[in-house]
């Protein structure tokens, strides 16, 4: 926190359950309870009016959260390290429904994120940030893929739409997985959870990046040798 105000919140620890701080076994010195003495010798503390002091938060709350987390984590997790990297390797196999149940996940993580950061004061943390941004990006996705088919259809060949739908596609890939890892670090994962997450990302990206880097090279290829043909 960065703040003096000793009335500001401290969202994170809101739904990590609770404690309870019994004053009557506070010491110190000879004084049974110090709180008590320093009040009665005219000290800023206050007077303990109570045995106990109890700071408690439902537990219910606390396990809603961590399934919310849970569960947005897991959604993204599934469209970015698999739905979306194969549906770019496998683009002429695959159907186009396969893409929409990528959406259907992405949409889900996204509003369960969004809830989640409003709740936590989290709007302006990086991670949120950045996935924010890419969700912003990959929901126009739609609409440049029907423009690159489309003209592709009527030109037969690339234009610039289809290099903006190509390419935005293949960043917000990169950045999803990469913000993947931000979420665990936000959410103090476990060693074992951020490991598990690394190796599957990381076997996604050695697969993708080749397969899209081998895609280009062909293409071009195949043009030069098209237009040396004719």
């Known amino acids: 926190m960065d703040s003096d105000d000793i009335n500001a919140n401290i969202n994170m620890h809101n739904s990590h359950g609770a404690f309870v701080w019994d004053l009557s076994q506070a010491k110190g010195g000879s004084d049974h309870n110090p709180f008590l003495n320093s009040a009665a010798n005219g000290s800023a503390y206050p007077v303990a009016s109570t045995a106990t002091t109890t700071t408690s938060i439902a537990s219910s709350e606390s396990a809603g959260s961590e399934v919310v987390v849970l569960a947005h984590g897991i959604l993204v997790c599934i469209a970015f390290v698999a739905i979306f990297p194969l549906g770019g390797i496998l683009i002429r196999i695959i159907d186009s429904k396969y ?5 259907a996940f992405l949409i889900a993580a996204f509003v369960l994120g969004i809830a989640m950061a409003v709740k936590l004061d989290y709007l302006d943390n990086g991670h949120a940030k950045l996935g924010i ?3 912003a990006i990959m929901i126009l996705q739609p609409a440049f893929g029907f423009l690159h088919h489309h003209l592709y259809k009527k030109y037969q060949r690339r234009t610039a739409w289809s290099h903006v739908h190509v390419w935005i ?8 997985i990469i913000n993947g890892g931000t979420g665990l670090k936000l959410g103090h994962a476990s060693v074992r959870s951020n490991i598990a997450y690394g190796v599957c990302a990381g076997m996604m990206c050695a697969i993708y990046i080749p397969v899209a880097i081998y895609g280009d090279v062909r293409r071009v290829r195949g043009k030069r040798n ?3 043909g004719s």
Do not use: D
């Open 133 to 135: 941004a890419i969700f």
């Open 99 to 103: 893409t929409l149940l990528g959406y």
């Open 169 to 176: 596609g293949r960043v917000a890939i990169v950045l999803g």
């Open 226 to 228: 098209s237009e040396s």
